[in-house]
């Protein structure tokens, strides 16, 4: 049967779900062609995470799942073949210890995402699978007994099965361009329209840059439309002279980027999501009575970083020189709604350029969750970011390519 091939297997696209694919179909014993457009493998695994690589999230399986929403349950089988415990597992056994932070983020040690790569690479290279880069593919054509011929930008070559884990969209500067969703559309599979996720958020309000640089560790979000609310996230959050960045804005940007019209979407922010509202406005009302010669803003400042206070009683229609004294209901009540209910109009995001995943992709409903091959061509397999699969920031979306690359390289 080999003599009919080149290969028993193409894969296209050497990111991290193609690196372990290949790898692991290698390993079996399959005749495996990496093929990669880029100079060079896995260049989204060393921008990734601040170049430090956030491999995968401190959960079980059942965490990676609730991380995708409805679309998680697609990743049984694949974290059945390979979760969390076993990638770090994996990473361990190529010498990259890896260290759990207090986000439930697992990072290599050394904090270098090169090391990440660099021990991808070597099994890789241990496996006997063939890595091309600098070779894009130009077409994928069914064989009529069966098979493929792909077509690069260098020769033809023939082989029984192709897996597709070309990515999505996001940074595109990495060569993550959709490629594979023409593949995919020209063997009649659907593609559930793209858009950015974990992307930063631009806003309406002015004086939010002003704020920028400024980081607040704990806000609970929540994206807005007409008073109903679309998605909440908790967490950290910074200030920037476009908007807000950091894993809270990030994580609820889908429903933004999603939304037909973004700059009708409201963001609700919560300061202190720690601090219930009445125990806030019991702490400004006693402060009020006890500190009244305070500045208010200092007052606040127990609590907020002093130059969001300043932004707060503006926002409030308060003097900065407010003093803390004689502060009446009417007035405690609109600080604390600016503080546990803060508004701002929403603009958009930053787009595909500054997105870290792409939402939408091959529609799931077309691939066999039990295999990753597709349901529509038997010998074509889909892995990684190129699927409808879109979860938390958290190393949650390395996860997925993981295991969907992984069980892909068992089946093909």
Same mark, same amino acid.
């Given at each position: 049967m080999m003599a009919e091939w080149d290969f028993d297997a193409v894969v296209v696209g050497a990111g991290a779900a193609g690196l372990l694919a290949a790898t692991h179909a290698a390993e079996r014993g399959r005749g495996v062609l990496l093929l990669e457009k880029g100079r060079r493998p896995g260049v989204k695994i060393l921008m990734s995470g601040g170049t430090r690589c956030n491999i995968t999230h401190d959960c079980d399986a059942r965490g990676i799942v609730a991380a995708f929403g409805p679309n998680g349950k697609f990743l049984h089988s694949a974290l059945a073949a390979l979760g969390p415990r076993e990638t770090i597992a994996l990473f361990h056994a190529e010498g990259v210890p890896t260290k759990i932070e207090e986000t439930g983020k697992i990072f290599p040690i050394s904090n270098r995402a090169v090391d990440v790569l660099d021990a991808l690479l070597r099994r890789l290279h241990r496996s006997g699978a063939t890595l091309a880069t600098e070779e894009p593919v130009v077409a994928v054509h069914p064989l009529p007994d069966g098979g493929f011929r792909v077509t690069t930008s260098r020769r033809e070559v023939t082989a029984s099965r192709v897996l597709i884990t070309t990515g999505g969209k996001s940074f595109p500067g990495c060569g993550t361009t959709g490629d594979g969703y023409a593949i995919a559309t020209a063997f009649g599979h659907t593609i559930i329209p793209t858009r950015p996720a974990l992307v930063p958020l631009t806003v309406q309000a002015a004086w939010v840059g002003e704020l920028r640089g400024i980081t607040l560790p704990d806000v609970t979000l929540k994206v807005t439309e007409s008073g109903k609310p679309l998605t909440s996230r908790?967490?950290?959050? +910074? $200030? #920037? &002279? $476009?908007?807000?960045?950091?894993?809270?804005?990030?994580?609820?940007? @889908?429903?933004?980027?999603?939304?037909?019209?973004?700059?009708? =979407?409201?963001?609700?922010?919560?300061? +202190?999501?720690?601090?219930? *509202?009445? &125990? /806030? *406005?019991? $702490?400004?009302?006693?402060?009020?009575?006890?500190?009244?010669?305070?500045? =208010?803003?200092?007052?606040?400042?127990?609590? %907020?970083?002093?130059?969001?206070?300043?932004?707060? +009683?503006? +926002? #409030?229609?308060?003097?900065?020189? @407010?003093?803390?004294?004689? =502060?009446?209901?009417?007035?405690?009540?609109? %600080?604390?709604?600016?503080?546990?209910?803060?508004?701002?109009?929403?603009?958009?995001?930053?787009? /595909?350029?500054?997105?870290?995943?792409?939402?939408?992709?091959?529609?799931?409903?077309?691939?066999?969750? @039990?295999?990753?091959?597709?349901? @529509?061509?038997?010998?074509?397999? $889909?892995?990684?970011?190129?699927?409808?699969?879109?979860?938390?920031?958290?190393?949650?979306? /390395?996860q997925s390519a993981w295991s969907t690359g992984w069980l892909a390289g068992r089946e093909i």
């Open positions: 908790r967490g950290s959050m +910074l $200030f #920037a &002279h $476009f908007g807000l960045t950091g894993p809270a804005p990030l994580d609820v940007s @889908r429903a933004v980027s999603s939304h037909p019209k973004p700059a009708s =979407l409201t963001l609700e922010i919560d300061l +202190l999501p720690g601090e219930p *509202e009445q &125990h /806030f *406005e019991e $702490f400004l009302q006693a402060e009020s009575l006890s500190s009244g010669k305070k500045q =208010l803003a200092v007052v606040l400042s127990d609590k %907020l970083p002093r130059r969001v206070c300043d932004q707060l +009683l503006a +926002l #409030a229609g308060q003097p900065l020189d @407010r003093k803390a004294a004689a =502060l009446s209901k009417v007035d405690r009540q609109i %600080l604390v709604a600016a503080v546990k209910r803060l508004q701002i109009p929403l603009r958009g995001t930053l787009g /595909f350029e500054k997105a870290e995943v792409t939402a939408g992709g091959v529609s799931l409903d077309e691939v066999d969750s @039990r295999t990753m091959q597709s349901k @529509r061509v038997p010998g074509l397999y $889909f892995a990684g970011e190129v699927l409808d699969l879109d979860g938390w920031i958290g190393g949650y979306n /390395f």
